[in-house]
C-alpha cells in the first residue's frame, strides 16, 4: 500500500492508507481541482427540510454538477468538524481552512476532484466504464464501513465480478438489486457490510434479509453518515465543466460553513439557495428521524440524556443525529422535540445571518411549494432554473413536473403529518424559534402543511 505523508490522529493509520491507495487506483483528473470551479451553489437549509428531494430533482439537469453525497465524508477524513481537531460543532470558518496541513489540504482537493461531476445515463457495456464504476463503489465501501478490513484491490475485484454477473442477467449498475447481491456476497466472504444502512426500498430489504434492521450505529468511527449512499454510473468534470458549469453543495451541515466553503472554492462565484420549511413540519421529520435506524452523524464525547430518545435506543447514547449547531451541549439532555426545534431554529438563523452580506446572491425556495402538486413544483423550478443559468428542458423539466418518490424518508410523506403530534410539536416551538419563523415568512400555523 501507498504510505500515507500526513495523518488525523483520530482516524486509524490503515484506513488512511486504504484511502491513499484508492486514490492512487482511480487516478487523479487534475490539479487544483477546488481552484477551478467557478461557480457554486449552496442548497442551504435545515436537515429533513427537504433538500435530498430538491438536490435529486436538480440531478436531472445536464447542466450541473454535484458531489454524489454529500461533502462531510471528505472534511472528516482530513479532520475537519466535531469531534476532529478540537472542533465543538459543525461551524466551520475559511480560518479553519487556512490552518489546515498543506498535504491533508492537497488529499481534499483529489478527494473532491474524483467526486464531483454527473450522472453517467449512458446505457451502453463499456468495460473501461464498467472498471471506473466498480472503483467509485470501492472507494465508497471504504469511507462507509471504516472499521471492517477491505481490501481495496480485493474488494474492487469483486464489485467487478458482481456487476458482471448484474449484466449478464439483464440488470444495470446501480441498480438496488446490483447492491443487495454485492451485500451479500460481501457477507459470504464475512464482511459484515449491512444492508438496512442504505437507502435501499424497504420491501426489497424486509423480503430478503432475516433480520430487521439495528438501532445501534454502523461502528464506532464514521465517515459517511447513514443512510448510505449507492453510487451510480458517474462522469467526472473535466476542466471546461469546473469552468462553465454551476457546483450544487447539498448538506444541511454547510449552513455552519458558508464562509469555509467560499474559501474552499476562492475562485469561484458563490451563491445560496435558502430552501426553507415550516418549523412543525421540519421538527415532525427530525423527530422521526432521531427514531430511525440511521442518521447517525456525531459520536459525542458524553453520553447524551435526550428524553424521547436515549431511553428508547440505548445503544444510541453517545450518538447526536443530524447536524450539530453551536450550543448543542446545552440541549445533550434535553427533550426530543426541544433538541429537534433547535436544529431547525440554528440552521435557518445561521443562514440569515451570513445572508446579510448583499454581496451573496441568493433566492428562496419554500419546500411546501414543491410539495402543493405537480404544476406549483414546475413553476418554482422553471423560476430557479432561471437564476441558476441553466435550461429548464428535456428529462428536467419532466422529472420536476413527475417528482419523484421518497428520498432517504423515514415515512411517506404527507402534507399536514405534523399534526398527529400537533400539541407537543406547538409547546416544543419557543420564543426564539417562532421569531426564527416569522423572519422566514412562517407566521400563521394554521396555514402550514
Request: charged share 25%.
Amino acid at each position: 500500500m501507498t504510505a500515507r505523508a500526513t495523518t488525523v490522529p483520530e482516524l486509524r493509520p490503515e484506513l488512511t492508507d486504504r484511502l491513499a491507495t484508492l486514490r492512487r487506483m482511480r487516478g487523479r483528473p487534475g490539479p487544483a481541482t477546488t481552484a477551478r470551479v467557478r461557480d457554486v451553489v449552496v442548497l442551504a437549509s435545515s436537515s429533513r427540510g427537504g433538500s435530498s428531494m430538491v438536490a435529486e430533482l436538480l440531478r436531472t439537469s445536464t447542466d450541473l454538477l454535484h458531489l454524489r453525497g454529500e461533502i462531510n465524508p471528505f472534511l472528516r477524513m482530513v479532520g475537519l468538524g466535531y469531534p476532529y481537531g478540537g472542533a465543538t460543532s459543525d461551524r466551520l470558518a475559511a480560518a479553519d481552512l487556512a490552518s489546515l496541513d498543506p498535504e491533508l489540504g492537497a488529499v481534499l482537493d483529489e478527494e473532491l476532484a474524483l467526486e464531483i461531476g454527473a450522472a453517467d445515463r449512458r446505457t451502453d457495456e463499456d468495460p473501461a466504464a464498467d472498471e471506473r464504476f466498480a472503483l467509485d463503489v470501492t472507494a465508497r465501501l471504504v469511507m462507509q464501513w471504516p472499521e471492517l478490513p477491505l481490501n481495496p484491490e480485493k474488494l474492487a475485484a469483486t464489485v467487478l465480478d458482481r456487476l458482471a454477473a448484474h449484466r449478464a442477467g439483464g440488470g444495470r449498475p446501480g441498480a438496488p438489486r446490483f447492491y443487495l447481491d454485492l451485500f451479500q456476497e460481501l457477507a459470504r466472504q464475512g464482511l459484515d457490510v449491512e444492508p438496512w444502512f442504505y437507502d435501499l426500498p424497504r420491501r426489497l430489504l424486509r423480503a430478503e434479509l432475516p433480520h430487521p434492521a439495528p438501532r445501534g450505529a454502523p461502528g464506532e468511527t464514521l465517515l459517511e453518515e447513514p443512510p448510505f449512499v449507492l453510487p451510480v454510473p458517474w462522469r467526472l468534470a473535466g476542466p471546461g465543466d469546473l469552468a462553465s458549469r454551476p457546483l450544487v453543495i447539498k448538506t444541511p451541515s454547510n449552513a455552519y460553513r458558508l464562509g469555509f466553503l467560499r474559501a474552499l472554492f476562492p475562485a469561484a462565484r458563490f451563491r445560496v439557495v435558502h430552501l426553507t420549511r415550516n418549523p412543525a413540519a421540519a421538527v415532525n421529520g427530525l423527530h422521526d428521524g432521531w427514531l430511525h435506524h440511521g442518521f447517525h452523524a456525531h459520536r459525542t464525547t458524553r453520553p447524551l440524556g435526550i428524553s424521547g430518545y436515549t431511553e428508547r435506543h440505548p445503544d444510541n447514547r453517545w450518538w447526536w443525529k443530524f447536524d450539530l449547531p453551536p450550543g448543542w451541549e446545552e440541549f445533550a439532555d434535553a427533550p426530543l422535540l426541544d433538541v429537534c426545534a433547535f436544529q431547525w431554529r440554528s440552521a435557518h438563523q445561521a443562514v440569515l445571518d451570513d445572508l446579510q452580506d448583499p454581496a451573496v446572491p441568493r433566492t428562496t425556495l419554500r419546500f411546501e411549494d414543491l410539495i402543493a402538486g405537480p404544476d406549483r413544483r414546475t413553476e418554482c423550478f422553471e423560476k430557479l432554473a432561471d437564476w441558476l443559468g441553466v435550461p429548464f428542458e428535456g428529462e428536467f423539466r419532466r422529472a420536476v413536473h413527475q417528482g419523484i418518490g421518497p428520498v432517504v424518508a423515514t415515512r411517506e410523506p404527507r402534507p399536514g403529518r405534523w399534526r398527529e403530534r400537533a400539541a407537543s410539536i406547538e409547546a416544543a416551538l419557543d420564543s426564539g424559534t417562532r421569531r426564527t419563523a416569522e423572519r422566514l415568512g412562517y407566521t400563521d400555523p394554521a396555514e402550514w402543511v
